[in-house]
């Protein structure tokens, strides 16, 4: 039986994207680390903020870590902006293109 080498498909022959990425936790300690629905409404205002648009958003990861105050949570946001969109948004909120 020959020995051969089958080559697998891998991160190395997908197409090169890029994407922007941030990572947001509530302070640390007992009074906001283990606060989840705090830290989400701090990621949603941010993402407004940052006017990340709904087709540009990959996704997001939320993240847990063991302290001694009890869980502290972070999460990162992940989103690939439009290139010919502007990042501005018109009166209705939709984003403006740069035409």
Same mark, same amino acid.
Not at 21 to 26: A, F, P
Not at 80 to 89: A, F, K, Q, V
């Given at each position: 039986m020959a020995d051969e080498h089958v080559e697998l498909p891998g991160p190395s022959h997908s197409t090169p994207t890029s994407c922007k $990425? /941030? #990572? +947001? #936790? *509530?302070p640390y300690g007992p009074e906001y680390g283990s606060n989840l629905p705090l830290l +989400?409404?701090?990621v949603a205002d941010q993402m407004e903020h940052d006017r990340i648009q709904p087709m540009d958003f990959l996704g997001l $990861?939320? *993240? &847990? &870590?063991?302290? =001694?105050? !009890? @869980? /502290?949570? #972070?999460v990162s946001v992940f989103w #690939? @902006?439009? &290139? &010919? !969109? $502007? !990042? =501005?948004?018109d009166a209705g909120g939709m984003a403006t293109t740069g035409h």
């Open positions: $990425t /941030w #990572s +947001l #936790s *509530n +989400l409404r701090r $990861t939320v *993240n &847990e &870590e063991t302290t =001694e105050h !009890g @869980p /502290w949570f #972070s #690939s @902006p439009d &290139e &010919e !969109g $502007t !990042g =501005e948004l």
